[in-house]
């Protein structure tokens, strides 16, 4: 809607506008304002993100003028995966020296920046993530300053259609971009490294240590075949899905050369990663709190964005040495005697990468995996069979098998050829977390891997059960 | 041990709905009552040989993946075809079925050539037809069975006159969202729309299909025993509710 703006009958004159619109905008964030906190004493939830919801209905335009408040103007992150993580890791990168409007609970659809600007009282910079779909919306109004593009694999293809139908949106949008905004891509992603095109520069990001390649690329791979031509590309070395080194031998399109590169990789099982941040500027060695590959491309990406907007490296190396697990991601959360790992699963490259991450930090024997399939999980469950849940399975002396989907996922582990007789299949989520602990020695640790909704419904459960969380956890 | 080879067409393009899915499940249920089951992949520029596959499997892609694969694939049409009408099974879902039929328009206006195995032909729409999906199929004469899914498909797919679907849509999309309809069925060879995957879900039709590929390999299709399949049916269950709650809306 939004068309009152548009219409003279009620704003008169061009200059009865220019005079009335900040009028406007101050009761449209009163009255959204009013309604977050209404939300809230009605017990209802939703509190965070129904201002941004109703602003957004009311006037979309107001988004943009909300924008232009901030004085050094935004930054987007988006993403398939990673993009709550990555700009988790911008935010402790720039804190120290820059006020910041985030969208920190993930709320990545253009209410959700609404509502971080709505909230924004003094900050200097937006640092907003940004949903793959929405970016086109969210960089029309919010005139982005800097753009970070992580990765694009299959995901909730019943959502958002097909992998081209974004990485075209994706292309469009960066098409609009003023010549001024500073672009960071993923050179490792051919669909994403595609989009400097010729008619601009970017800094290109990505990896290079092919000692910790695939030795063969996981099921999953996307993009393998070349975005210009439809050969299938050669690989020197994939990384994460069709994340690598890679060349086509037809036409020749490959890798561009990197401008923020990740050398010395050294994993240190679920604890920590290690690497050697290479830049224009200089290297830094970076120590990570968080664990695996997909990590070095999340504190990669923070790194490229985080110094395209003016941070040093020393800046960056302390923020990512700082830094701990987002909402979700690999948290680590004390119940008890006991504690439990979670670990988000939402598509079959970023579980992929959550499989390898535990199994190559010593084989889990029991995992509690809780699959839901309401909208923000997708409802097409088909993904799963597409996740090389092997490697774990074949450490496992019993999986809980939890969600909306219970039946599902055991069946998946059945034909992976799990024993049937070692799978509870219990779809509520307390009794499978009950279930899970129970068959937790006390002083160990219970995996569990869970879609969206059925992550926010564990963390209720456990808040309502009130245990401590580390003093670490930044609730978002 | 009798083993029954399966060509599995272009794995490397089209494997979009977790084709790989379905592939186990036929390996483990025929293994379970004795049976071997070799998968060859029959990738780009490698002709189709009547007989000498048990059952052709193929699967989805994305609109670009099935662009690359689609004049290949219309260039092995009479092998695939020959290797139907001398008794193998088929198996395609999706993005196959559609290349199985006479032709394929995408959004572009692009018009793909198909292996004309099945009598029908298919037109991109504007809007993608998304959502889980149950059906009532009738394979056998008097013995109706259901099977449940999730399709997503921008394409159209009408059926000719004489063609006979695989199922009635009980709730759901189907072919075209129109008439009511869902999947082909041309002898032993099955097409549908239904993936999430199809088959672990639908035991029954995975039984029915490795019986098929049984019966041209040995010439008639020896009883398959029954198999316990209480999970597969809570699994069914969960994914018949949710089309009746949530099927064929936008």
């Not at chain 1, 009335?20 to 009255?31: D, H, N, S, T």
């Not at chain 2, 041309?186 to 993936?195: C, D, E, K, M, P």
Request: aromatic share 6%.
């Amino acid at each position: 809607m939004g068309g009152t703006a548009q219409d003279p009958s009620v704003e008169g004159s061009a200059a009865a506008r220019l005079h009335w619109r900040p009028v406007r905008l101050g009761l449209e964030i009163a009255l959204a304002h009013a309604a977050g906190r209404l939300s809230r004493l009605a017990g209802a939830g939703g509190g965070t993100t129904l201002p941004g919801k109703l602003l957004w209905k009311l006037d979309p335009g107001a988004i943009d003028l909300l924008g232009r408040r901030l004085p050094r103007g935004s930054a987007l992150v988006s993403a398939t995966n990673g993009k709550t993580t990555t700009a988790a890791m911008v935010a402790e990168i720039l804190a120290p020296r820059v006020r910041l409007a985030h969208n920190r609970s993930g709320a990545n659809l253009v209410s959700g920046v609404a509502s971080a600007l709505l909230h924004m009282g003094d900050a200097e910079l937006g640092l907003f993530e940004v949903d793959e779909g929405a970016l086109p919306e969210v960089v029309r109004r919010v005139r982005p300053r800097a753009v970070l593009l992580g990765n694009l694999f299959r995901d909730q293809l019943d959502r958002y259609g097909e992998l081209e139908l974004i990485a075209g949106r994706w292309r469009e949008a960066v098409r609009t971009l003023p010549h001024e905004t500073a672009l960071v891509l993923n050179g490792d992603d051919p669909q994403v490294g595609e989009l400097a095109g010729e008619a601009r520069t970017a800094t290109v990001f990505g990896l290079d240590d092919p000692r910790h390649a695939y030795a063969t690329p996981p099921h999953a791979a996307d993009s393998t075949h070349c975005v210009r031509c439809g050969a299938p590309y050669e690989y020197a070395a994939v990384y994460m899905g069709h994340l690598g080194d890679y060349r086509c031998p037809r036409c020749h399109h490959a890798r561009q050369p990197l401008d923020v590169v990740a050398r010395r990789i050294e994993l240190d099982g679920l604890e920590g990663v290690s690497f050697d941040l290479v830049t224009a500027v200089g290297e830094q060695r970076i120590e990570l709190g968080v664990p695996g590959l997909y990590n070095v491309y999340n504190a990669l990406a923070a790194g490229a964005l985080s110094l395209a907007l003016g941070a040093s490296l020393a800046e960056v190396a302390s923020g990512l040495g700082r830094f701990h697990a987002a909402f979700g991601r690999f948290e680590r959360i004390v119940v008890g005697e006991r504690r439990i790992l979670v670990l988000l699963i939402k598509n079959p490259a970023g579980a992929n990468e959550a499989v390898r991450t535990l199994v190559d930090g010593g084989a889990p024997r029991v995992a509690v995996i809780a699959l839901n399939d309401a909208i923000a999980d997708g409802r097409d469950v088909s993904w799963i069979w597409d996740v090389d849940f092997e490697p774990l399975l074949a450490g496992l002396e019993r999986l809980v098998a939890t969600g909306e989907r219970a039946a599902e996922l055991a069946l998946r582990a059945k034909y992976a050829g799990f024993d049937e007789q070692a799978i509870d299949v219990l779809p509520p989520l307390a009794a499978a977390l009950d279930r899970g602990l129970e068959l937790t020695p006390p002083g160990g640790e219970l995996v569990i891997l869970p879609t969206y909704t059925a992550m926010l419904a564990l963390r209720r459960i456990v808040s309502e059960r009130g245990y401590v969380r580390p003093y670490w956890e930044r609730a978002a | 041990m009798t083993s029954l080879l399966v060509g599995h067409l272009y794995p490397d393009y089209l494997n979009i709905y977790a084709d790989r899915g379905n592939i186990a499940v036929l390996e483990r249920r025929a293994a379970w009552r004795g049976y071997g089951l070799d998968v060859q992949a029959i990738g780009m520029g490698e002709p189709v040989e009547p007989g000498r596959h048990d059952l052709l499997y193929i699967g989805g892609g994305q609109d670009r993946e099935q662009a690359l694969v689609a004049p290949d694939l219309a260039a092995k049409g009479e092998g695939v075809r020959a290797a139907a009408e001398a008794g193998a099974a088929v198996l395609a879902v999706c993005g196959g079925y559609q290349l199985l039929g006479r032709s394929y328009r995408d959004v572009a206006g692009e018009e793909l050539p198909g292996v004309g195995l099945f009598p029908h032909e298919t037109v991109a729409g504007e809007r993608r037809m998304i959502g889980d999906v149950l059906l009532e199929c009738e394979l056998e004469p008097g013995l109706r069975r259901t099977l449940a899914g999730f399709e997503n498909h921008a394409g159209r797919t009408r059926l000719d006159q004489s063609g006979v679907p695989l199922g009635r849509v009980v709730a759901g999309f189907g072919n075209d969202g129109q008439s009511g309809f869902e999947g082909c069925r041309v002898g032993r060879a099955i097409g549908t729309y239904l993936h999430g995957p199809l088959l672990p879900r639908n035991p029954w039709l995975a039984d029915w299909v490795i019986a098929q590929a049984l019966a041209h390999r040995l010439g008639e299709a020896p009883d398959l025993e029954p198999l316990g399949d209480e999970l597969e049916g809570r699994a069914h269950a969960v994914s018949a509710r949710r089309a009746h709650e949530r099927g064929g809306r936008r």
